[in-house]
Each structure stands twice: as C-alpha cells, then as structure tokens.
C-alpha cells in the first residue's frame, strides 16, 4: 500500500527567508501525481503545487517551487521569500494515476517569524 | 461564489443523535468526496461518487452513509453519533481521477 511521510511535525522560517519542507513516500507504481496543499487556520485546504511523476522538470508556482526525485520517492517544497500569510499547515499528498484516491501525510505546521 | 461549499460549519450535537452534512459544488465537476479530518489533523478519505456511483468506500462505520441526490451534491448522514466521530469533514469534488480535488472550507463535528 502506498503511503506518505513528513517526518517534520513543525518547522518555523523568518519572513523573507526560504524553508524546505520534506515529503517522502512509498509505492510500487510509475505513474502517479503529487500534490502539495495549504491549510491555513481557516481550515480551507488550497492547492499549492502539483507534479507529475512522469515529468522530470520540478513544477514551480511562484514562490513555491518542489525537488522531486523520482528514484528517492522524495518530494519536497521550497517556499522563497516567505511571507507571513505563508503559516498554515501543508500536507503532501499522493495519487495515483487513474485512481480517485488521495493519500495524505500527517503535515507540518509552519510558522513565519516577523 | 463559492465553488466547494458546505452546510454547516460548525455541528455540536449529543451522542445518539443523527445529523447530516450537505455538500454543494458549482464547477461542474463529475466526482465527489468527504474526507475526515481527526484532531491530529490526519486526513483520510472515506467516501467518492462519480456521476452519482459510490467508488470509494473505505473502512468506515456503517453509521455513515453518503448520498448523491445528483452529481453536484453529496450529503454525509450519521446516525447514532459517538464521541470518536468528533472532527473536521471535508468535502471535495474534481473533474475525474486525472485532475486536481477542490476542497470545501470544512464541517467541525463536535459530539458532546
């Protein structure tokens, strides 16, 4: 069975600063999409980032960019720049292509320091 | 407007009782799902319907059951409430399995 770890239950970054948050995870398939998604204390969950396994070039969203590896079942997320409407929780998310499902990790709390 | 939207926000209720949660979403969008939320924030998928059909139903109670009245609705009835069933629920819908899900802003579930 598939699944998804972030192995930082926190992290904290000073405004302007960039952090990197880790995502790694476990399946057998080659072809899959990963997601990065934002929750904020007002618990709306937003899609942040999005990557396709079969793409090698690591998807960039302004400010947020990702390092995926493939091989290492690595995914995480650089936040540039960060801004105080940055703090929220984001979860690393996993599915696989063709199916309906999300996997989700057990997120990390980020806290921007003014 | 808003494209996921959920009815109500908050729910504080006894344990036993029924209640049920709407889910309405504007985009057109063919997939439905509610995801439960626990207090450590996990998120885990319980149930999706496409055009109506269930197809997804993980290990969830029985006391919990989805509906689709049409494909841009998806309500969630729990009957007997317990204090475990105190959490966030989430419902999303999405254009098919290939593009992404759109989360409404959640239903806080307090049993009392």
């Known amino acids: 069975a598939q699944t998804v770890t972030q192995s930082q239950p926190e992290m904290s970054v000073q405004e302007a600063e960039t952090v990197t948050l880790s995502c790694t995870y476990d399946t057998s398939e080659s072809d899959y999409y990963l997601f990065w998604y934002k929750q904020p204390p007002s618990r709306q969950m937003i899609l942040v980032i999005r990557q396709e396994a079969y793409k090698q070039q690591n998807a960039t969203e302004n400010r947020f960019s990702v390092n995926f590896q493939k091989a290492a079942k690595s995914f995480s997320l650089k936040i540039s720049d960060s801004q105080l409407g940055d703090a929220a929780m984001y979860f690393c998310?996993?599915?696989?292509?063709?199916?309906?499902?999300?996997?989700f990790g057990t997120g990390t709390r980020l806290k921007v320091l003014a | 407007d808003t494209a996921v939207s959920q009815t109500p926000k908050y729910l504080v209720t006894q344990m036993g009782n029924d209640k049920s949660i709407k889910c309405e979403q504007n985009l057109g969008h063919d997939t439905m799902y509610w995801y439960k939320q626990d207090s450590k924030k996990f998120l885990k998928i319980m149930f999706s319907?496409?055009?109506?059909?269930?197809?997804i139903n993980e290990t969830v109670p029985n006391r919990f059951s989805p509906k689709s009245p049409d494909k841009a609705h998806l309500n969630l009835h729990i009957n007997s409430l317990e204090l475990g069933d105190s959490a966030v629920y989430f419902c999303?819908?999405?254009?098919?399995?290939?593009?992404?899900?759109?989360f409404g802003a959640g239903t806080r579930l307090s049993v009392l």
């Open positions: 998310a996993y599915r696989s292509s063709g199916t309906y499902k999300y996997i």
């Open positions: 319907y496409n055009n109506k059909e269930l197809i």
């Open positions: 999303a819908s999405s254009q098919g399995a290939k593009n992404i899900q759109y």
